[in-house]
């Protein structure tokens, strides 16, 4: 079992910054792939950003040069850098971790979800 506790969500102006930290515990967290989901209100949960214990990551399309996923395993810890935030990117940002060595987009895939942290950009 893998427990994911997510932290660093708030209210920032459009343009601004947010780090998301997402602790894992329960299990040999290197070996896992871990992801960021988001949720707007109305919307459904929607994959932003993985990364795999090897360090192959992939971004969506709507995030890619603005986000940065990043993982430190001493800590078992990923991260999240959100820069340039736009309105759009306000949601419920959601920790995933997947127990293979390869990452997905799909939500159906990933074993063990944090409870969710709210990120609100205002304009």
Do not use: H
């Not at 040999?28 to 090897?54: C, D, H, I, L």
């Not at 709507?62 to 940065?68: E, I, M, Q």
């Amino acid at each position: 079992q893998v427990q994911l506790v997510e932290s660093g969500g708030g209210l920032v102006q459009t343009g601004g910054s947010l780090r998301l930290s997402c602790a894992a515990s329960g299990r040999t967290f290197s070996n896992y792939a871990m992801a960021w989901f988001r949720q707007a209100p109305g919307k459904e949960r929607e994959f932003v950003a993985s990364r795999t214990w090897n360090s192959v990551i992939v971004y969506s399309d709507s995030v890619k040069g603005r986000f940065t996923i990043s993982r430190d395993n001493a800590k078992n810890t990923v991260y999240l850098q959100m820069n340039s935030l736009k309105s759009e990117d306000t949601a419920v940002y959601y920790c995933a971790a997947r127990a293979t060595s390869t990452g997905s987009r799909l939500t159906r895939d990933y074993n063990y979800w944090g409870q969710g942290t709210q990120v609100t950009v205002s304009s």
